[in-house]
């Protein structure tokens, strides 16, 4: 099991108010919260985002080496797309919006999502024969 991951931003603020409010819409809990970090935790998986002093630069490029994306289940189509509609209010931009909600493929109904920094997320439906 994932013990947790930790990504650094360049924004602390913006990425608490955009990655908050879809961890929260998804039964994370706000765990811990510093001066330079927060932290969600959903069961005893959590995700930390920390604007370290240590940062060398001040933009991600997920096409650069290292995190391209976070992929959550998400209860349903409807659920999928309640979220994708709320979520250009909390900071996030739906992407390839021509091929949404089959971008990953026709199989797949997911809605994949940009915040302002760059970072991306896809919100995969479970489909009922995967609930188990």
Same mark, same amino acid.
């Given at each position: 099991?994932?013990?947790? /991951?930790?990504?650094? /931003?360049?924004?602390?603020?913006?990425?608490?108010?955009?990655?908050?409010?879809?961890?929260?819409?998804?039964?994370?809990?706000?765990?811990?919260?510093?001066?330079?970090?927060?932290?969600?935790?959903?069961?005893?998986?959590?995700? /930390?985002?920390?604007?370290?002093?240590?940062?060398?630069?001040?933009?991600?490029?997920?096409?650069?080496?290292?995190?391209?994306?976070?992929?959550?289940?998400?209860?349903?189509?409807?659920?999928?797309?309640?979220?994708?509609?709320?979520?250009?209010?909390?900071?996030?931009?739906?992407?390839?919006?021509?091929?949404?909600?089959?971008?990953?493929?026709?199989?797949?109904?997911?809605?994949?999502?940009?915040?302002?920094?760059?970072?991306?997320?896809?919100?995969?439906?479970?489909?009922?024969?995967?609930?188990?």
């Amino acid at each position: 099991m994932l013990h947790h /991951v930790e990504i650094w /931003v360049p924004d602390l603020d913006r990425a608490a108010s955009s990655f908050g409010w879809l961890l929260e819409a998804l039964g994370y809990t706000l765990f811990q919260s510093w001066s330079n970090g927060r932290s969600w935790r959903l069961g005893a998986t959590y995700l /930390v985002f920390e604007q370290s002093p240590a940062l060398t630069s001040d933009q991600h490029d997920r096409c650069r080496p290292g995190l391209n994306h976070l992929a959550f289940h998400i209860e349903g189509h409807d659920m999928v797309e309640a979220l994708a509609s709320e979520a250009p209010r909390h900071g996030w931009s739906l992407m390839f919006p021509d091929r949404h909600p089959h971008a990953g493929g026709e199989q797949t109904y997911a809605a994949y999502l940009e915040n302002t920094d760059g970072f991306e997320v896809e919100l995969v439906a479970i489909n009922p024969s995967e609930a188990n």
